[in-house]
DNA sequence: CGCTCATAAT
């Protein structure tokens, strides 16, 4: 972007000139002009045409031909233009006002400036302006408006920056012109310059002046300023009220948002539409379904259930709230849908697949939006950046590559590629999916990286183990001034931990904390433990761990006592998982650990002593689920499944290759029973052997998958180590690379290798 | 009065 120039206000004492009438040329007579307005003349309103209204389009026939017309029609051509938005028409009868030396008329030139402008022709319309004899506010305000319209805001500026100079006394409008040009720059230095010459002119107090800076503090970013802004508004009307409201959503303060929407009741400002969708958004955020239910009945009552905007928010908030049916019949009754409808239903069930408790359900949502999103394909409407970042989104989730490819695809196609967001749902499909190569191909070509996509695909080459490029690509982006968050910093540091770096880990835990002045929070102490663990300097980790300033959670607890596990600190083990008990843990995968613990080491009692605190702490039974995806089918799995007709095939498959695994030195690790209830009962009868679910789906995708392609499992619990040791010989066996992502990394087996660091302090 | 400026849903 250019640089900006200051607006100084200093200078010459400006004032308003409220009254523009004064700078308007009256050539044309009044009554003339009137009769060439768009709207007919009414029969009682007494406007009837001097002049026998022509039409446009035989006029400009005419100007085509060369004939001329009258001068007092070039105000309706030139509104014939706009419609069309013909640039070849403009520039016609532009040389005709040339002709006949109109252009010297203010009110004329100004005109074809707006005309060209909203021909989309910036260019055209600076070079008449430069040429003009004559020019006032509403000539600069034109120039400005029409900047700011075809995406030039720099430009805008720049004109501003000439007016003032010029000694031209800026109008309402033009200010309002130039607060858009703020916006469109994302400036709130140069807005609160702006803001300060409405201040100078006294303007600031005027409804709309209020509204518009309301509005720009709010997209900049400030809701305080905003807040402040709206607050000095004497007399707010509707659209102040509706622009605070929404600027709270943007904001993300939804209390905020809620209170003022009911002070505006409250000071019985009558909503409109615009504010029952915001406040309905507001409802959204915070999954209020009863709260939403009764501004549900507000837009009835105040009568604009009927418009399509608000139908589209209360459909999606019954879909936030996960009132699915509800949702689905209110898109069914609906008989015009737009682009945000279909996109509200492929972003709604996006959400619940990434909220979804269950893996069931969240894969039922997953196909549900690919299926809106199919729909909306044929539907002939194109989808937009919301649609595509939405089912990227969804690809990730279920690990969908062929789907995401074609998606890629069409973004290229459709030209919304080249949209940041987009483009960073993208590089995060490609890292989920396990395509390290493509997701950096898809990093590199973007036009411009934001602190996402950076940190995006920082975690992505962590993720895979590529500690180095991790490293490479976080000095890269400090060296662009991009400023790293909290996120990043998880990112590297367990780069750091993959490596076993343990002084770059520390240094950058430092720098952290004293060149950013980020503090540390769990995530952060949990790669640094989880780093002295795979050093296996467990003495180190208990260590770091009491240097926290708060009190270790189940996370930190289960890396310590996997890691005493691996490391065969058996007694340190027991100790950690005291402790851990104590904290009564919530999550399924800390009892599974804890067991396979105390049963590697034979500890009967405190097995049974962990199942009755699971029963008493009401902890479910274990649902061990994989999934793999072919061609456009999903085959679910559950552990010791004998469901699948291939099954019998499959478990031979399994068996053939554990043994030859054993003769490349495979020796199993004892754990828990994986199979709950409901498969016990399905397996009444079955061979000793017994599989957890992600084996199930790897044999079923080595039978069913073209030899040398990659095998995708999906997986709702952290891999045992036993399973996952056991793939890594399954990848040397059959030569695959075998991608399982579980509830905690991404696992990608290679040649006998684990993306992972083949070190089980993930695993249970 | 020729710039028609300010608000919403994904």
Redesign the pocket.
Known sequence: MASLPSLAISGTPHKLDA???K????SVP?EK??SY?RSPPTADGGREASVQPLDAREALALLREGTGVESAFY?PL?QQC?ETRSLPDAQVIHAHIIKTGTHE???????L???Y??CGAPHHARKLFDTLP?R???????L???YV?NSEPENAILIFVRLVESGCYP???????V??AC?ALYSIELGRQVHGYMVKYGIES???????L??LY??CGSLESSVKAFRRIPNK???????I???C??NGDTELGLTLFADMLSEDVEP???????A??LC??VQDLSLGKQIHSFCIKFG?ES???????IM?LYL?CGEIDEARSLFDEMDTV???????M???HA?MMNLAKDDMAAHHSGFEAFKVFQKLNRSGMKP????FS?ILTVCSGLLAIEQGEQIHAQTIKSGYLSDIVVSSALVNMYNKCGCIDDATKAFVEMSTRTLISWTSMLTGYSQHGRSKEAIQLFEDMRLVGIRPNQITFVGVLSACSHAGMVDEAEYYFNMMKNEYGIKPVMDHYACMVDMFVRQGRLEDAFAFVKKMDFEPNEIIWSILIAGCRSHGNVDLGFHAAERLLELKPKGIETYILLLNMYISAERWQDVSRVRKLMKDENIGSIRDRSWISIKDKVYFFRANDRCHPQSAEMYALLESLLQKATCLGYVPYKSVELSDKEDEENSVGSAAATHHSERLAIAFGLINMTEGTTIRVVKNITMCRDCHNSVKFFSILTKREIIVRDSKRLHRFRDGRCSCGDFGALLL
């Open positions: 009254d523009v009438r700078l308007s040329p009256a009044l002009r009137l307005q105000v030139l706009i008329e203010a009110f004329i030139s100004t005109s400036v707006d005309v402008m909203k004559q006032n506010v509403v000539t600069w305000t034109a400005i408006t029409g319209r109008t309402n409008y033009t200010l309002g012109a607060l858009s916006c005027e409804t709309s002046m209020g509204n518009s309301c509005s709010s997209k009307n509707v659209i102040s009220w509706t622009t409201i929404s600027a959503g943007d409109n539409e615009y504010t029952l969708t915001s309905l958004s959204c955020m604009c418009q399509l905007p608000v139908k589209n928010s999606y936030k737009s682009l945000i409808t279909w996109n509200a492929i972003a709604g959400q937009d950046l919301y649609s939405s």
